[in-house]
């Protein structure tokens, strides 16, 4: 690397990714031209001063490494340079705390803190209104996420934070479009509020959510065993009256069952007596390789979802259907099964009621 650095002026990629290097070069800065720095699974224990001259630096993933916290405290001062920096990874780092000057970082549309040791994170993170992904993933310290969060978040894993137990600055986020807790089992309470705002179409809640458990709520008013569910509608309540449906299924475990295999298939059907049928809804979920790589369900869990689901019609039942598929097409049956399904129906009426 001593002598890219000198030779190598308009490198823009770089990846030292578990290569046997103990030190980033004292002239790493002569590459000004750098976008991506990737130096996970090495040696590295602090960043030279010259580092700061990377200005261009987009993403950077120092995760993996053999960081001293003074180490990571040399760095703090310099990523505040990289004015364009989007994507930040400092996974696996023993990290005991989250300075405060993270939330000078306004260009970061992605920061992955995953596997670290603080217990809390600063404040200051509401500051990053460009960020849209959290990964937070193993830090098994983490007590609490903060009262506020960036509006614009996407995004947020917490997967085996096994400590978590206050996630309330989720329920603000009305962008939130996935909110991942598993194996996260001191949640209790919060997990029940958001199941109850997931019911609502126009609340600010996430359109997919991972919790551990095996009861699904009652507030779910129509339930059954098992994978499938027929709901039967009554005159004063046909299909042209739902605006949407909320959903909650509980995928039962078999030992460790990969996240990574967890493919989701939803259908709903409107039907009418003379056996005239509409589909409305037929999706296929799969997994973000990304997020749940090497990451399994240690137990029964619950999946939690919202669909706006309009119909042109009177149709008087409904028939939603459920099932785990294998991401791979050959392979044996997935060691989860979707044991029980519930579905709360959003209508018109409901939605005047509560405004």
């Known amino acids: 690397p001593l002598e890219i650095c000198q030779t190598m002026s308009c490198l823009r990629w770089l990846d030292l990714d578990r290569t046997s290097i103990k030190e980033l070069p004292e002239n790493i800065g002569n590459l000004v031209a750098l976008e991506v720095l990737q130096a996970r699974s090495t040696a590295i224990s602090r960043a030279p001063w ?3 001259r990377l200005t261009r630096l987009q993403f950077l993933a120092i995760g993996t490494s053999i960081y001293t916290p003074e180490g990571f405290h040399s760095l703090c001062p310099h990523l505040t340079r990289f004015d364009d920096l989007r994507a930040l990874c400092l996974r696996n780092m023993n990290m005991i705390e989250i300075p405060n000057s993270i939330g000078n970082l306004w260009s970061l549309s992605e920061l992955d803190l995953s596997g670290n040791n603080f217990e809390f994170i600063p404040a200051s993170i509401k500051r990053l209104t460009r960020l849209n992904r959290l990964d937070l993933n193993n830090c098994q310290r983490l007590q609490a996420l903060p009262d506020e969060l960036p509006q614009s978040l996407l995004y947020i ?3 085996g934070c096994t400590s ?3 996630i309330s600055g989720c329920f603000k986020n009305r962008c939130l479009r996935k909110l991942v807790a598993s194996n996260c089992y001191k949640l209790g309470e919060e997990a029940q509020i958001l199941i109850r705002r997931n019911m609502k179409l126009d ?3 996430p359109e997919h959510s991972y919790f551990p458990g095996r009861d699904v709520p009652s507030c779910f008013n129509h339930q059954a065993m098992g994978s499938s569910l027929r709901i039967h509608l009554p005159q004063s309540e046909l299909s042209s009256d739902i605006l ?3 959903a909650c299924i509980m995928i039962g475990v ?5 996240m990574n ?3 989701i298939r939803c259908s709903c059907i409107l039907k009418r007596v003379d056996a005239n049928e509409l589909v409305v809804m037929d999706e296929l979920w799969y997994p973000d390789p990304k997020a749940f790589i090497n990451m399994s369900f240690g137990s029964d869990h619950l999946l939690l979802f919202s669909r706006t689901c309009m119909s042109v019609g009177a149709y008087n039942e409904v028939f939603f259907e459920f099932s785990i598929e294998n991401t791979e097409g050959d392979s044996p ?3 989860g099964e979707v044991k029980k399904c519930a579905v709360h129906l959003i209508t018109i009426k409901e939605m005047l009621q509560e405004h």
């Open 254 to 258: 078999d030992g460790q069952y990969s």
């Open 203 to 205: 609340s600010a809640k």
């Open 157 to 159: 894993y917490t997967h």
């Open 333 to 335: 049956n997935p060691l």
């Open 244 to 246: 949407g449906f909320s």
């Open 164 to 166: 978590l137990v206050l």
């Open 50 to 52: 010259s580092i700061a």
């Open 261 to 263: 295999d967890l493919k």
